[in-house]
C-alpha cells in the first residue's frame, strides 16, 4: 500500500479536485491522507519539505503533483 | 467504466507524471486513453475543445486537470 496526501486549503478549485480526482486513485494501492491546510497549518512544514508550492496538490510516494491552480502556499503562511 | 484521457507531449515532466500518476488511477473505475500531442497534432482541437491549456493534463469525465506544468498547448501548435 503506497502513501498519497492531498494537500487543499478548501477553496473550489481544491474540492472540485478532489472530488473527480483524488477519488479516482486506486484504493487497492493507495491509502489517501487529505490534509486541508486552510485548518491543520502545522502541516504547512511537511507540504514545503515534500515541495509542494500551492494547492491542491497530491503527494505520491514523496513526490509532489500540483493539481491545477487554488493558492499559493505562500498565503497560507500568512 | 469511466473515460480518462492524458494529455501530453514526451517532456519529462510528462513521463513523470503519467508513471506515478495516471497509473495510480483506479483500473477497475477508468479507462485512461493515453495522447501524445507531440506526435499527434490531429488530436490537439480535441484537447483544447476540453480546456487544456498545457501538459500533461488529465481529462476526467470531460474536466480538465493540469499536472505541475511541461508545455503549454500553444507550443505545440507552432
Avoid: W
Avoid at 35 to 40: A, F
Wanted: glycine residues 8%; charged residues 25%; aromatic residues 8%.
Amino acid at each position: 500500500m503506497s502513501k498519497a496526501t492531498y494537500f487543499h486549503a478548501g477553496c473550489p478549485v481544491c474540492v472540485d479536485a478532489e472530488r473527480r480526482f483524488v477519488s479516482a486513485l486506486d484504493p487497492a494501492r493507495y491509502e489517501v491522507e487529505v490534509v486541508d491546510l486552510g485548518r491543520d497549518k502545522g502541516r504547512l512544514a511537511e507540504a514545503k519539505r515534500a515541495g509542494v508550492q500551492s494547492v491542491p496538490a497530491l503527494v505520491i510516494d514523496g513526490a509532489p503533483f500540483h493539481i491545477n491552480f487554488g493558492a499559493a502556499l505562500s498565503a497560507l503562511e500568512a
